[in-house]
């Protein structure tokens, strides 16, 4: 009998060892999927998603939206959210000045922040890797406003500390002081990863070797590059990038719109963008549009997919799009997962000679 009891709590036993070590499977199995699509930001030890959701226009009235932010917005940019977790993007990048007081009606990390509170309710588990900034505004001064910025914004995003701080655009003065600020966030465990946001080759060389000599990684160069907008492959900040182990974040990547085909000369973007993106230049990019599109239906990928694409083949770039509602997030996920030959790389390449293009000012400081 006690032979046959024990036997059978052997069975029990070894059948839940089997479940226990089946769950633990499924557990890592889940764990090494998640980090299967990602990549180290630059030479930290961070990893994120190779592409990110940008959400600039989340609150903001100054230059999306039309002037005007709303209820129905607010659930668009909570479905964008939503959407990218959904897809497997878990990398958001915003700032301390999206949307906040001054710029906008809502300040987009505390729309982020309530974001991730509220998902997590349904999915504690859930991994979400917050991209904020500094804001170089020429009243701060030293190293101290860094971290006295930072705390604002963990503040306002309900975190105790985010996985990359940035460096919004360079001090006019000071900027030796944001440098050591941010290396400060870093070894205060406020920060995973720094970087920093519209930096030249020069400013980029400088920053990194402070925080060597701190043993940090600079991690991230955030600047304005897309198929039409290709300063950085011209200024030396892509080939900086390459050889220091920098990852390229690219911001605007599909031209705030102008590369989804959705604008055509017929139908420009209203609001600043128009004066941006203007019928003329909407004519010049026919070319290059019609030949993204007949791409596209090679692969079953649309034109916004495969202008993402393009710029995930350059290699060490992590496009940040910005996404105002679900069905813009879920679309950049299906950028992922395939590549553009370099063949179909190097013509849309040439395709995309439309001339100069107007930048952030901040890119020359
Ligand atoms: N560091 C910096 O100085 C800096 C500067 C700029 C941006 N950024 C960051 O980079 C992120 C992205 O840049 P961005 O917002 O300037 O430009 P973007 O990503 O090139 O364009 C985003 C806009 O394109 C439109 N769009 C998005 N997906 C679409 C789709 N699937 N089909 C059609 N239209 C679509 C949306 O506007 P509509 O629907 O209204 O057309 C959206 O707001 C920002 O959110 C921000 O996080 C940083």
Redesign the pocket.
Known sequence: MAMHVSSACYSVLSKRILVFDNQKHKVRAALQTKEEGKVNLGGSDLKVTKLGI????WGDTSY?NNSGWDDRKLKAANAAFNASIDSGITLF??AEVYGAGIFGAVNSETLLGRFIKERKVKDPEVDVAIAT?FAALPWRFGRQSVLQALKDSLYRLGVSSVEIYQL??PGVWGNEGYIDGLGDAFEQGLVKAVGV??YSEKRLRNAYEKLKKRGIPLASN?V?Y?LIYRAPEQNGVKAACDELGITLIA???????AL?G?YTPENP?SGPRGRVYTRELLTKLQPLLNKIKELGQNYSKTT?QVALNWLIAQENVLP?????NGE?AK?FAGALGWRLTNEEVNELRSLAEVGPMIG?PVERL
């Not at 911001?251 to 719109?257: E, F, K, L, N, V």
């Not at 940040?320 to 105002?324: E, N, Q, S, V």
């Open positions: 940008g959400a600039w226009s999306w990048d915003t900034k919004h655009w946001s519209n955030q304005n897309s911001y605007s990547p599909i031209a705030q719109g989804t959705k973007p916004t940040i799009p910005g996404a105002k813009q679309e952030f």
